[in-house]
């Protein structure tokens, strides 16, 4: 087990991602899930979709986890982003990350995750409750907006 980035047309479990990065010379253990929501922006969110360049997006997730690597020796990193449809409460992104200290694994969670905002192509659709929709910048504004 250990480092390993993936993307998956099938729900999420946590806990499994939170198992791949654990170690006897870990003293900690620290996941983020990226959740679905039910509103963006002041308008009700009825679901998301997630699209990739999956080949690209692989990469530069095995990217980041060399980034986390350098800058928090002997840490392990898993990243796993989810693709296609996803409701409200689903589980869309799990980073984990493992240190031998609490301060590392903490930083390296959250650098890794802003990372994947960043370059991962990953593009985000959001579906509301009116019946209109518009796929998401990383940054969260809208690029289009469609019925």
Request: hydrophobic share 40%; no cysteine.
């Given at each position: 087990?250990g480092?390993?980035?993936?993307?998956t047309?099938?729900?999420i479990?946590?806990?499994?991602?939170?198992?791949r990065?654990?170690?006897?010379?870990?003293?900690?253990?620290?996941t983020?899930?990226?959740?679905?929501?039910?509103?963006?922006?002041?308008?009700?969110?009825?679901?998301?979709?997630?699209?990739?360049?999956?080949?690209?997006?692989?990469k530069?997730?095995?990217?980041?986890?060399?980034?986390?690597e350098?800058r928090w020796?002997?840490?392990?990193?898993?990243?796993?982003?989810?693709?296609?449809?996803?409701?409200?409460?689903?589980?869309a992104?799990?980073?984990?990350v493992?240190?031998a200290?609490?301060?590392?694994?903490?930083?390296?969670?959250?650098?890794a995750?802003?990372?994947v905002?960043?370059?991962?192509?990953?593009?985000?659709?959001?579906?509301?409750a009116?019946?209109?929709c518009h796929?998401?910048r990383?940054e969260?504004?809208?690029?289009?907006?469609?019925?």
């Open positions: 087990m480092n390993d980035f993936d993307l047309w099938d729900p479990e946590p806990r499994t991602i939170a198992d990065v654990r170690s006897d010379a870990a003293g900690a253990v620290v983020f899930e990226g959740v679905v929501r039910n509103h963006h922006g002041g308008r009700e969110v009825v679901r998301l979709s997630y699209e990739a360049f999956e080949p690209m997006a692989r530069k997730m095995s990217e980041i986890g060399a980034e986390v350098a020796p002997g840490s392990r990193i898993t990243i796993v982003h989810r693709l296609g449809e996803l409701g409200i409460g689903d589980v992104t799990v980073v984990a493992s240190s200290h609490r301060a590392a694994a903490f930083d390296a969670v959250r650098f995750m802003e990372r905002k960043e370059v991962v192509p990953i593009w985000k659709k959001e579906w509301f009116d019946g209109t796929w998401v990383p969260g504004s809208p690029v289009t907006e469609s019925s």
